[in-house]
Structure formats: structure tokens, C-alpha cells
């Protein structure tokens, strides 16, 4: 049995580090504005929270502050990769202990995003390569360094921008998406 759950573990990875790689040399084809769609972040986030339930039922204190309904336009599927990597990488940082904050509001152009965990924070001496493709910090065979960049240029690419700040007492990614204009495609 330790053989096959081997196999299996390492066809995992190499199926991700596949994928990984696959979208991130097609990341230059986002769907067109005729594809964007009007999303309400709290209910993306709380379906993705659903799909985490079993990492955080116990030791990660999720609080929710939604503090908007506002609208942003952006291709579902694809920023909710984004949402998917910055939760998964704030769980990893906190060792799926602690707590994380997850914030929506909006500002006369954006709706704001802030999800900030609990962890170590990230060391000053390389906060500016964060972003930067196969940069990562995670051992060996974790992780290939792909998925912030990902992230950067999806939101990018949706007219948005992605920041963070860091510190011993954790990090807060902080994502603006464009509102969503009133008869925009729903």
C-alpha cells in the first residue's frame, strides 16, 4: 500500500506542476470583455471557504467581513483561481492554525479584497520576488513558484492589481477588481 500511495502522491504533483505550467503559458488568452461577468465577491469566497471546510473546521478561525455588495467585472472562473492560491498559500503559512481575515469593500472604482492570515509573514529580503515566476518559499517538491505570478496576472489582465503587505504578525494579499457598471452582462 505504501508503494501505490507513493505513485499516487507524486502523479498528484507532477499533474499539478503540468497544469500549472499549461496555464501559465496560456495565461495571455483571458476571455475578451464580451466574456466578463458581473461576480458579488462574499458569495465566490464563501463557496471557496466551503470547498476548505475540511482544512479549517478546527484549528483556523475564518472571520468574514463583508462590508459591500458591490459588484466587480471579471472572468469568474479564473479569479477564483486567484482566491484558491492566496487562501491555500495564508492555510500553508499559518500551518492551518491561526486566523484568517477575509475583508470585501469597495471604493468609488474598485472592490477591494483583503485576505490576511495569521502566519510568520513573509522575510523582508524577499518580499520583492514574490511575484516572480518559480520564485517560492516552499520546500522542495511543494511547490514550483508559479502561482502568485499566476495570480498577478490574472487580476492584471481583469484591469485590476494585486499587493500585499507582510510583517512577524502575518500577511494581508489585497486584490481591486473594477466594479461591475449597471447593464454590464450578468
Not at 464580451?34 to 479549517?56: C, F, G, N, R
Not at 474598485?110 to 517560492?136: H, N, W
Not at 492584471?156 to 489585497?174: C, D, L, V, Y
Request: contains cysteine.
Amino acid at each position: 500500500y505504501r508503494l501505490v500511495y507513493v505513485i499516487q502522491t507524486a502523479t498528484e504533483k507532477a499533474s499539478h506542476v503540468v497544469n500549472a505550467l499549461k496555464h501559465y503559458l496560456h495565461t495571455d488568452r483571458l476571455e475578451t470583455q464580451s466574456e466578463l461577468q458581473k461576480v458579488h465577491i462574499p458569495t465566490e469566497m464563501d463557496s471557496i471557504l466551503t470547498l476548505y471546510h475540511a482544512k479549517i473546521k478546527n484549528d483556523v478561525e475564518v472571520v468574514k467581513l463583508y462590508k459591500t455588495s458591490d459588484y466587480c467585472l471579471v472572468e469568474r472562473d479564473k479569479l477564483n483561481q486567484v482566491w484558491i492560491n492566496i487562501i491555500n498559500n495564508a492555510l500553508q503559512a499559518m500551518d492551518y492554525r491561526g486566523k484568517m481575515t477575509i475583508s470585501v469593500t469597495s471604493n468609488e472604482y474598485f472592490v477591494i479584497t483583503s485576505i490576511r492570515d495569521s502566519g510568520k509573514g513573509i522575510a523582508p529580503e524577499i518580499q520583492d520576488k514574490i511575484f516572480l515566476p518559480f520564485f517560492t518559499t516552499k520546500k522542495h517538491g511543494e511547490g514550483i513558484g508559479l502561482g502568485l505570478d499566476i495570480c498577478k496576472q490574472i487580476v492584471e489582465k481583469m484591469k485590476g492589481k494585486i499587493e500585499f503587505i507582510s510583517n512577524e504578525e502575518g500577511t494581508e494579499f489585497r486584490v481591486f477588481l473594477p466594479k461591475g457598471i449597471e447593464g454590464e452582462r450578468v
